[in-house]
């Protein structure tokens, strides 16, 4: 799991990952709204969350207890200086080594997996940790549409070296994944029921249930 220490990530990836806003209203306005109602949520599990995700959450879920977990001390104090959540318990760890209960009934992992060293082992471990019937809100940056992605991520003002870089060598950035690929992954880690929301250029929201 990468750590990322730049203040103004919130900013680059709005550039980099076009239809991000779009991305959180998918998520945070469509599926979990219309969810919520349905779901007993007494913990939920987020992983190198930005401001906005962990608003997103706290906002469906204001009585559940949430755990953060953040690899970069300055990304993590960033956000306790940001989001107000009493009850949140914030960690400075990878999630690969981190220690936790099996007993989240969500977790959100967004526009993480390509940033991971052993995505097998990391949706493994996201498998264990939550409840049964739990949801994992996965979103992933993939090796499809670059052509498209490298136009609009130009025009949106993305640092040109990484624009080429990621277009030309995306395995010299990240983890090139296809989404046939992830769907493989979340398979071996257990997963079954896996629903395909919505596809931004190179970007995928899926949601799945343990």
């Known amino acids: ?7 103004d990530y919130a900013i680059e990836i709005r550039q980099k990952i076009p239809g991000y806003d779009v991305m959180l ?15 007993k949520v007494d913990k939920v599990l987020a992983l190198a969350s930005q401001t906005d995700e962990l608003n997103g959450l706290a906002s469906l879920f204001p009585k559940a207890g949430l755990t953060v977990v953040e690899p970069s001390e300055a990304m993590l104090q960033e956000l306790k200086r940001q989001v107000h ?17 099996s ?5 959100s992992c967004l526009l993480v997996l390509q940033f991971v060293e052993n995505p097998s082992f990391f949706l ?15 979103s992933f940056f993939s090796n499809q549409q670059l052509g498209y992605w ?12 990484q624009i080429q870089r990621t277009y030309k060598n995306q395995a010299s950035l ?8 992830v769907a493989k992954l979340l398979e071996e880690a257990g997963f079954t029921n ?13 949601i799945i249930r343990k």
């Open 1 to 7: 799991m990468k750590e990322f220490k730049n203040k």
């Open 150 to 161: 490298k136009t609009l991520a130009s025009e949106l003002g993305a640092n040109q070296q």
């Open 194 to 206: 896996i629903e395909q929301v919505c596809q931004v250029l190179s970007t995928f929201v899926w």
């Open 124 to 138: 493994r471990k996201i498998y264990d940790s939550l409840s049964e019937g739990g949801l994992l809100i996965l």
């Open 174 to 181: 990240m983890t090139s994944l296809s989404p046939q690929e």
């Open 85 to 101: 959540f009493p009850q949140a318990e914030y960690l400075n760890s990878r999630f690969e080594e981190a220690i936790l209960p």
């Open 103 to 107: 007993a989240y009934q969500i977790c």
């Open 25 to 39: 209203d998918v998520i945070f306005r469509g599926v979990l709204l219309r969810l919520a109602p349905s779901l």
